[in-house]
């Protein structure tokens, strides 16, 4: 039988980091095949090669046992490749039919034939087993079923290849299972070949037939998935011991240092409060849109609140801009730190002196000499790998860039520190060093610190508490330390 | 060509330049040509400077060819009152000013695209400079020595308006260089919101750059109008090009964020040779001008090369 698909020795490259390297898989007809890894490993590069997005620097990729040598988006969907994002592609003021039939409406003339639509539509919607309304608007419907409209979408184009990026991440367990089962009955009865992507690897062993575990942009692990256990998946997924992953916490907990009460937003928040004491480190968890980033920006004064306080050490604090906030003491990794972190076309020394320079000031003017030396020491102890303070910092890996952005709130001297992300896009060993240097900070300098992250691993094995947060509120206050998985997904997923 | 350290284009062309100026025309190396070159440097120079602290935040200034023409008429009127010298200086230095305030608030606290804002200051001003002359063109009387000197004279054998532009440069440098306001136009042109996250006061970064570019614009219009001893208003036409021109010759990056006061002087230095060469050859004005457009486009063009891509 020939495959599916057929990866042969795929690289890819971009500036500083090689993203994949000579990666290799098949996929047969039915199969369904979990692609596990850490973030950073790859997944989503070959995910955009598949779609087309990227060209793969080397390697070849088969079709059904054909060649493919220009790949492209439109050529790719043309041969039967449909790939699910995450953050779902969909324009939200159109209506499901238009949607699933995007591109391809039925005509009459020069005018679209709605009720062919509406029997297209319906048609593939059956086959799947859900029920929805052909012309209700994408926009007003759940999660759950706009996956499930991306799946139609994928079906009325004859995909015979779909790849899902985390498909669960956003879903409940009710919506879990009905999904799993579309996607099993796709696979057995009419030949769909699926990648799926996911980091629950209770789902990969439930759902799939074989895995491929990436790491580091190198295939570790191609086989099936029976005989496998979940530390071994741990195991090849971050290359060593799983209790190796976190530092070991003893943390020393002092006066609050930071309160927020009653924080809302127009659009998002409502009557959210938090604190995080000294020495302390707090996590922040939700699921895409729960209000993580939100809360940590209103905090900062990064956007308008619409009500709240903000105490600081006990007294009351008005933070109505960046600039008020970190003259209280607060400093903010942001969630993207290419748009919004970092000075990209600058230098490492001028993005980690860029809060600090009044340090550097003698006379009115800037102490170059001081500055290298405090660059320097910063470029030292964070173990930023940049050829020298004077590098372009866009040409640094996503790891020391994000170095560079926490250098420059050590050199800031921030009291309390709010992080969105922190490691998202970082490599493993970056991120470990990364979570040293927060413990560091927490309990050797007594930084408050709080951590807004989507993956609940980092939560859990980094922090003391955390907030959980669903749909702009929190849901749940936890010990970090007894908390399991399964509680906090309890309280994080949509009902 | 991209792995040579910043800055080596820019001294090739001028030493090209300087080798090919030298073969066309016996006269250009010649020490009256050498200090001619200067002072138009020096002219065009201060406007170009202006303009490095806008384009650095990303900006654009078109009004200033129009401030000359304004602080050129003013200036006239002023004397021809008889206001005393060090007044009028004051009352057009601060015009230049009051037209980068406008400029400025627009840009940064309304978020105007700096390009339509300018655009708009740059009729709105010439139409100020033609009101006060009434359409015709002001005669100050015969002008103050001491007024006269500053482009007309020379001092040590050099033209003044060099020292002007020396002095200018150096200022400009120290700021860029070595001091947090220097840093924070740099960080707003890099990245916004980033800047604006570190703390950074983006709003009064932009509105200065643009009190900067107004003033200097200003002081090259006292110099234009001490040398031609005559305001009109019709003086200054397309200078915002020329001070633009320069910027972008000497690496300023129309993205923000990129530009030195050394390549700034060198842009200046380019253009000001090519002039030059045009004229000694006996060029035709209008065939300079398509040469003129020719550069500016050539400029963007390889500073586009320049940027890495996706």
Redesign the interface.
Known sequence: MTSALALAGITKSFPGVRALKGVSFSLQPGEIRALVGENGAGKSTLMKILSGAYSADEGRIELFGEAVLDPTPAGMIARGVAVIYQELAQAPHLTVAENVLMGRLPCKGALIDWGEAKRRTMEVVDRLGFDVDPTARIGTLSIAKRQMVEIAKALARNAKIIVLDEPSAVLAQAEIDQLFRVVRQLARESGVAFVYISHRLREVFELSDTVTVLRDGTVIHNGPSNGLTTDDLIRSMVGREVGDVFPTRTPRIGEEALSAKGISTPALLKNVSIHVRKGEIVGLFGLAGAGRTELLRAIYGADPRGAGEVSINGAMASIGSPRAGITKGLGLVPEDRKTEGLFLIQSVGFNIMSASLAQIVRFGLLSLRRERKIVNGLIERLRIRTPNAAAATQNLSGGNQQKCVLARLVSAECEILLADEPTRGVDVGAKREIYDLLVELAEARGLAIVIASSELPEILGLCDRLYVLREGEVTAELDARTATEEDVMHFAALH | MKNLPRGTGLAGALIVLIIAASLISPHFLNPINILNVLRQVALYGILGIGMTFVILTKGIDLSVGSTVALVGVTGAVLMEQGVPIPLMVLICIAIGALVGCVNGFGVSYFRIPAFIMTLGCMVMVRGFAMMIADGGTVNPGKLADNFFVLGGGYMLGVPTPIYVFAIVCIIAA?VL????FG?AI??VG??E?????????VPLVIFSVYIICGVLAALSGLIFLSRLSVGDPNSGLGLELEAITIAVIGGTSLFG??GTVLGTMGGAMVLAIIANILNLAGVSPFSQQVVKGAIIVLAVLLEAGRK?RK
């Open positions: 120290v260089s070595f001091t947090p840093r740099y960080a890099s990245n919101e980033a800047a604006r996250l570190s703390g950074i006061n964020g990129e890495p």
